[in-house]
Each structure stands twice: as structure tokens, then as C-alpha cells.
């Protein structure tokens, strides 16, 4: 399968700069359905421990009316100095929409799907930013577009969550009743975390690395979308291990979140 590294520049020199290749100001998705500015008087900030981050939290309410369906979003900030990362998500279920970094600032579903959204939903975003930021450094528009009609595939979530105490390896698996399509990954690991490694492993033998995620930066979290979305017959067992630098003494978890049609 195709293997995927979490920086840019992986393979190379481990201090590479992380660079923007696309135009900041650009819709690159197209204009979208509906623009939601963000505004910096949302938010409330918190430190990252045993990191020199900010953590800033805000939700957003994109007014929906009727039943819709997401099916791309972008995100468009104002200044993005001090910026690591955005993560979206339904705020009512935590489900996870997209990841903002340097050097992808959008998502946009396969065709024929979309994550369905009710009257009232909201949208909450986790920003990630230097400690040096300055409060006004938070401002963005938030492009999102929907389906015209309802999409045939609805998209999902499932989760892997592995724990461990005094370990250096978090191991957990799942085993899919029914076929299943993946479109992405997006991994929740603990400071410390070194590697992840997700293989599907098929009912025929066949042995698939989805993602194999080395020299990993706590500062620069990074979301996975597959090129071409990968189907596990039903019976595929899913195994997800995550390592550490050092065995921990204290209880750890690693959440892996797949979207799924």
C-alpha cells in the first residue's frame, strides 16, 4: 500500500523549514455555498503542556437551516505567522471534518459523499499556535460547500483507541463485519509519541501499510487523505500501533479516527 510520512520533507534533512505551496488567499475549492467569519473575540486560550503552544478553542455556528450535507471545507486565515494547525469537527459529536496546516488548507470529500448536518449543528475548531502569538492573529473566513442532493454515500467515523502504562508500544486492532471504505486518517497520539503504524491486513492474506507515520512532531499535527480511498472486504482486521521515545510511567492513549463511507 502507500505509505505516508506526517512533514513535509520526511525523507530528507529532519529541520526542513515547513513551507506553504499554494496561495493563501486563494478559495481553492472554488467560492464557496456559504463564508463564515471567524472572529478573534470567540476565543479562549490555554497553554499546551510541556510544549511552547497555545491552544485555542472556538465554535462556529454555520446557521443551518434544513438538513445538508458537507461535502468540502477550507479555511482561510488572516495571518499565518504563529499558525501550526486548525482542527474541525462536529461539535455535537466530536466527529472529525478537517485538519487547516501550512501546507493543506482544505478538504474536499470523494464524489457522491458527504457528512450529513442538521439544523443547529454547529462546527467547533481546536486551533493549535506559537506561545508568542498575539491575540489578533486568530481571524479567518471558513469556506464550505454542500451537496446540491442528498450524496449516496454518507460519510462516517470509527475510532481506535489504545492505552498503555510504562509501555514504549500502544497496540490496538479492529476487526470490519462489513465492507468498508476508508477516505482518511486522523491521528490523536500522546507527547512523546516517536511512530504510528496502521496496516489492514485482509481475509485473503494480504498484508496492506496504510500509513506509516516516522519522527513525528507534536507541534505539526497532520491529517492523512487517501489519493484513491482504500475498501477492506468484510473480515479485514485493522491493527494500529503507536511507539514512544521512552517507556512512559504514566497511563497513555492514541486515538486513530477514520472516515469512512
Not at 464524489?111 to 486568530?138: C, F, H, T, W
Not at 496496516?199 to 491529517?223: C, F, M, Y
Request: hydrophobic share 40%; glycine share 8%; net charge negative.
Amino acid at each position: 500500500g502507500e505509505v505516508f510520512f506526517n512533514v513535509p520533507g520526511a525523507g530528507g534533512t529532519q529541520d526542513e523549514p515547513v513551507t506553504a505551496s499554494f496561495e493563501p488567499t486563494v478559495w481553492r475549492l472554488g467560492e464557496p455555498n456559504q463564508i463564515v467569519e471567524v472572529a478573534p473575540d470567540d476565543f479562549g486560550f490555554g497553554s499546551v503542556e510541556g510544549a511552547e503552544l497555545l491552544q485555542a478553542n472556538v465554535t462556529i455556528d454555520p446557521l443551518i437551516q434544513e438538513e445538508t450535507f458537507l461535502t468540502g471545507l477550507e479555511f482561510l486565515p488572516e495571518d499565518r505567522r504563529n499558525l501550526h494547525s486548525v482542527v474541525f469537527r462536529l461539535a455535537d459529536t466530536d466527529q472529525w471534518l478537517a485538519t487547516w496546516t501550512p501546507w493543506y488548507g482544505f478538504r474536499e470529500l470523494p464524489r457522491d459523499s458527504g457528512v450529513r448536518m442538521v439544523p443547529g449543528q454547529k462546527i467547533k475548531a481546536e486551533y493549535l499556535l506559537s506561545e508568542d502569538n498575539s491575540g489578533g492573529a486568530v481571524e479567518g473566513s471558513l469556506g464550505l460547500h454542500f451537496a446540491s442532493t442528498p450524496p449516496a454515500r454518507l460519510v462516517q467515523e470509527t475510532s481506535f483507541e489504545n492505552r498503555g502504562r510504562g509501555n514504549k508500544s500502544l497496540r490496538a486492532e479492529n476487526t470490519f463485519n462489513s465492507d468498508t471504505t476508508i477516505l482518511a486518517l486522523w491521528p490523536e497520539y500522546p507527547a512523546g509519541t516517536r511512530s504510528l503504524e496502521v496496516t489492514a491486513h485482509h481475509p485473503d492474506g494480504r498484508v496492506e501499510i496504510l500509513l506509516l507515520a516516522l519522527d513525528i512532531k507534536e507541534q505539526w499535527p497532520t491529517s492523512y487523505i487517501l489519493e484513491s480511498p482504500t475498501t477492506l472486504p468484510a473480515g479485514s482486521r485493522l491493527t494500529v500501533t503507536a511507539n514512544a521515545g521512552n517507556a512512559q510511567t504514566a497511563a497513555l492513549s492514541c486515538i486513530l479516527r477514520l472516515t469512512l463511507s
